[in-house]
């Protein structure tokens, strides 16, 4: 992966709901460990599952969390 499709790739489109963002993922490990590991997730279905499922819990806290802040947008504290 070339240097735009990698900023392409780790650009948020819109607001993430946090602080955070994304992280360059290539500067914090090693490009074979990190392929190593993601091809060790696509064969192994109860990997895959499992990480579909935490992926899918933090979306949905991070959509709770932007509800509450879009209801108490406005609101007197």
Excluded: H, W
């Excluded at 963002?21 to 090693?30: Q, V």
């Excluded at 490009?31 to 997730?41: H, N, P, R, S, V």
């Excluded at 819990?57 to 209801?71: F, G, S, T």
């Amino acid at each position: 992966m070339d240097l735009e499709q990698q900023e392409a790739f780790f650009t948020p489109l819109g607001d993430v709901g946090g602080t955070t963002g994304y992280a360059n993922i290539s500067a914090m490990f090693d490009a074979t460990k990190l392929a190593g590991t993601i091809d060790i997730y696509l064969n192994d279905s109860l990997l895959l599952s499992k990480l579909t499922r935490r992926v899918y819990e933090l979306l949905q806290e991070d959509i709770r969390c932007q509800r509450e802040r879009v209801n108490n947008y406005g609101c007197d504290r």
